[in-house]
């Protein structure tokens, strides 16, 4: 990538989305086009799989330079997409996810028949309800069909609901609220 190319990208990507584009004649637009792509991908602000449809064509130029300025804008403060690999697996995920659900069911099934206790197991499928949140926003994350702007949304979210601190540390809660359940000895 030529050092002003580059310099016109970074300008370009980092500049308001209602901000003017330039004029770019056909030659000049396929010359710069994969620099542009390139540093796009590299910033995480375009998936590798949508290199084939955007800035492809100069005709698009406007609106694909608009979408990628709003991608910057709304991920600036997102986390890398390697944050990801300090969580589980998708598929251990959907285990604890399918777990939280089959928890939750069976709570619902003792409201109807445990009355007096009616506050307590609201509360605990309230609980049930924001982790499975909490984990279905791992899922997403963690799911590498998904283009990596929506895992990077995922993680952005991750790291609101669980706090900097434990985010930065790796530390989720429980997949179910652990606390509601009784020790046997």
């Keep these: 990538m030529h050092s002003f190319d580059y310099v016109l990208a970074v300008a370009l990507l980092t500049s308001p989305t209602d901000a003017v584009e330039p004029t770019l004649s056909a030659d000049r637009f396929a010359a710069v086009r994969p ?18 449809y955007v800035l492809t064509r100069p005709e698009d130029f406007a609106t694909d330079l608009k979408l990628l300025r709003r991608r910057q804008q709304d991920l600036v403060d997102a986390p890398p997409l390697s944050d990801g690999q300090r969580f589980p697996e998708r598929a251990v995920i959907s285990d604890l996810l399918a777990f939280n659900r089959a928890y ?71 997949h179910v609220p652990m606390w509601r359940f009784e020790r046997i000895d």
């Design 35 to 52: 620099a542009w792509q390139k540093l796009a991908v590299q910033w995480e602000i375009l998936d590798s799989r949508e290199v084939r």
């Design 104 to 174: 939750r069911q069976q709570i619902d099934s003792r409201q109807a028949v445990e009355v007096v206790h009616w506050w307590e197991l609201r509360e605990a499928v309230q609980e049930a309800d924001r982790l499975y949140h909490v984990w279905d926003t791992v899922r997403d994350a963690r799911c590498d069909y998904y283009y990596v702007t929506v895992r990077r949304q995922a993680l952005k979210r991750l790291r609101e609901m669980v706090g900097a601190e434990a985010y930065d540390a790796g530390q989720l809660p429980p």
